[in-house]
T-cell receptor, first 114, second 115 residues
Framework: NAGVTQTPKFRILKIGQSMTLQCTQD?????MYWYRQDPGMGLKLIYY???????DKGEVPNGYNVSRSTTEDFPLRLELAAPSQTSVYFC?????????????FGQGTRLTVV | AQSVAQPEDQVNVAEGNPLTVKCTYS??????LFWYVQYPNRGLQFLLK??????LVKGSYGFEAEFNKSQTSFHLKKPSALVSDSALYFC?????????????FGAGTRLFVKA
């Protein structure tokens, strides 16, 4: 049982390049989330999904896109990377939201845009 | 609007001493409260949560937290700190009326335990 797996762990992008951050979970969780973590700022929700085929914006969605074609996978797409997107990105999943279930996090992707 | 505050950027404590990491919150309805820990180069790991019931909740690694509704606080505590407890700790709150995607995280408090 691997939990939540993110790839890659590190990446350096040039301004204007694009990339996809991969996230997969093997816990059959319906709910998945993408967060970014900036120093001293805690975690900010980028996008979330409540099930396959359903996604919605979080607090800071600009510059990102997501898709959820399967229960397991929730990739995050960065188009036209900008220095402001330099951050650590975390994918998370949970079994439900209405009953106070905790989230399980991946190990993170450290992205630098230069 | 939901919010959560961790007033201390860093907490320093000697090994063997009790530790407290503070958290206050603001929600419209009843809160669901969580503590997570993050070790270097790792994702967040769940420590404990308060949903309802006893105000003192116990979690992993000997940590506990006390829910205080009148003070809107959920401080994390441990009776005797270990050097291995040194990490970044996040408090999070979820309003029961808005669901899980509205979980708000604090900015984090770095705990440093000195041997």
């Amino acid at each position: 049982n691997a939990g939540v797996t993110q790839t890659p762990k590190f990446r350096i992008l040039k301004i204007g390049q694009s990339m996809t951050l991969q996230c997969t979970q093997d816990m059959n969780h319906n709910y998945m989330y993408w967060y970014r973590q900036d120093p001293g700022m805690g975690l900010k929700l980028i996008y979330y999904s409540v099930g396959a085929g359903i996604t919605d914006k979080g607090e800071v969605p600009n510059g990102y896109n997501v898709s959820r074609s399967t229960t397991e996978d929730f990739p995050l797409r960065l188009e036209l990377a900008a220095p402001s997107q330099t951050s650590v990105y975390f994918c998370a999943s949970s079994g439900s939201t209405g009953t106070g279930t905790e989230a399980f996090f991946g190990q993170g992707t450290r992205l630098t845009v230069v | 609007a939901q919010s959560v505050a961790q007033p201390e950027d860093q907490v320093n404590v000697a090994e063997g001493n009790p530790l407290t990491v503070k958290c206050t919150y603001s929600v419209s309805g009843n809160p669901y409260l969580f503590w997570y820990v993050q070790y270097p180069n790792r994702g967040l790991q769940f420590l404990l949560k308060y949903i309802t019931g006893d105000n003192l909740v116990k979690g992993s690694y000997g940590f506990e937290a006390e829910f205080n509704k009148s003070q809107t606080s959920f401080h994390l505590k441990k009776p005797s700190a270990l050097v291995s407890d040194s990490a970044l700790y996040f408090c999070a709150v979820r309003d029961e009326r808005t669901g899980g995607f509205k979980t708000i995280f604090g900015a984090g408090t770095r705990l440093f335990v000195k041997a």
